[in-house]
Each structure stands twice: as C-alpha cells, then as structure tokens.
C-alpha cells in the first residue's frame, strides 16, 4: 500500500509559478506510475499529467502542455508538478496519484488558487 502526501499549493497571481510535490511512502513507488489531477469547485476531478514509473514517459492535458512538468525522483519517493505561466482557470485543489495494476492511491489535496 501507498500512502501520498501532497504539498506546495497556495495563492499566486496569474503568470507565477508553483511546484507541488507528492511524497509517497512505501517501499514500491518506483514500480508505480503516478499522476496528477485536480478538481475546481462544481466540477469533476481531471487529468493533469502522468508519468511513467521509470519517468521516461509523460501525458499532458492539452489544457496544460508547454506550461506544466511532470518529474518524478524515485530516490526521494517523490513526484513534482511544475506549473508555469498559472492562469486563474488553474484554480482547483490538484491531487496526486499512484497507480499500479489495479491499484489506485490519492493523496488528500493541495489547494491552488491563481488569482487574474
């Protein structure tokens, strides 16, 4: 089992930058691929990013393509989202993701908030 920790949400203007990060526990989160979603208010939890378990393969939403990166760094058990040029329709509490087979493992949320 997994247990994620995610961190590094707050409040930012538009066009800043944050870097959230997601700390797993356990002794398999490098067989596991993770992810990143996010839910604004009203609305349905979506994808963000994913990366593969070896982080040599990533997934984009098109919504965020060119502006986010998806990294992960097996050593320390941690996967990072680095969000660039923040617009305020990025608002929503993001939520990190482990999946391995039919597993599946959120962490609790971290709050983003871009203000226009």
């Known amino acids: 089992q997994v247990q994620l920790v995610d961190s590094g949400g707050g409040l930012v203007q538009a066009g800043d930058s944050l870097r959230l990060s997601c700390a797993a526990s356990?002794?398999?989160?490098?067989?596991?691929?993770m992810g990143w979603f996010r839910q604004a208010p009203g609305k349905e939890r979506d994808f963000v990013a994913a990366?593969?378990?070896?982080?040599?393969?990533?997934h984009y939403a098109d919504s965020v393509k060119g502006r986010f990166t998806i990294s992960r760094d097996n050593a320390k058990n941690t996967v990072y989202l680095q969000m660039n040029s923040l617009k305020s329709e990025d608002t929503a509490v993001y939520y990190c993701?482990?999946?391995?087979?039919?597993?599946?493992?959120w962490g609790r949320g971290t709050q983003v908030t871009v203000s226009s």
């Open positions: 356990g002794r398999t989160f490098s067989s596991y691929a």
């Open positions: 990366i593969s378990w070896s982080g040599g393969t990533t």
């Open positions: 993701n482990a999946v391995l087979g039919f597993a599946a493992y």
